[in-house]
């Protein structure tokens, strides 16, 4: 079975790390590569040709993340983010985290749903028309040439869009708003950063007052994980690993519940409410956005011969049997 799913991710959030990559072959402009990961060090080896290399245009000859006005996708896009806007209210994720808490939709394997992804093709995905595990291990195999150190990242990256299994009927089939796109926090003001912001005047939290602040019902510096983001993936996911108790690092929680939350870690908006872990933790999601964006490629990874390196990662961070989803 192929579940077509129509678009996603951000319309406008292309520029600034476009031109940076653009600039990658340069070795005078490894100092801006720094710069954006707030001081972050990044390994030579990620602008070497001794390692990961990251292209300048995707597989169809664009450059990433493109999706300008003429882009006949724009308009399903923007519908998406219409969709999401006008719908996700802070009840209505407390809701879906409740049900999907349960945990009571299947027991499986990590490498079993990366398998059950495989049916899932990301249309709305400009970069790259290949089944879903490849952007996986693309993602994983480019990471482990440049950290072949860090395994919970290798690993981070390949369970990191298993969540899009919500498309799947056995999962609740829902509507790709509820599933992928940019996430961004509800109970507090909708900052102007995000995409096609305007639509969040129809949401009924933008009426109501206690959800209007800059702050709303957080604490400066409470931290993320008491915030409650949007729907999506990402959170579905870091419940998923989180309540089968993995063993991987808070960096690759972290990753995994905010890789789509653009607003911050592309524009900085909301990190007032971050605490010093997150502090910590967002420096590797700033490495880990780079690969999961620039990996994307024609070329396939042999499944079954790096198929035993992820069981062993598996089998070190998920202990035990069968995950609950
Ligand atoms: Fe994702
Ligand atoms: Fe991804």
Redesign the pocket.
Known sequence: MTIRIEQ??AVNTAAPVAAVVDQKNKVGEVKEELVLDGGFVVPDKVVSSNGFAAPDINAFGNSFRNYNAENERQKTVENLYKQQHITQTLDFVKKMRAEYGKLDKAEMSVWECCELLNSVVDDSDPDLDEPQIQHLLQTAEAIRKDYPNEDWLHLTALI??L??ILLLPQFGGLPQWAV?GDTYPLGCAFDESNVHHKYFAENPDSKNPAYTTKNGVYKEGCGLDSVYMSW???DYMYLVAKENKTTLPSPALFIVRY??FYPLHRHGAYKQLMNKQDEEDIKWLHIFNKY?LYSKSKVHVDVDAVKPYYQSLIAKYFPGKKLRW
């Open positions: 996603q991710e990191h869009d969540g899009k992928v999506g993936h990402d890789h789509s999961d």
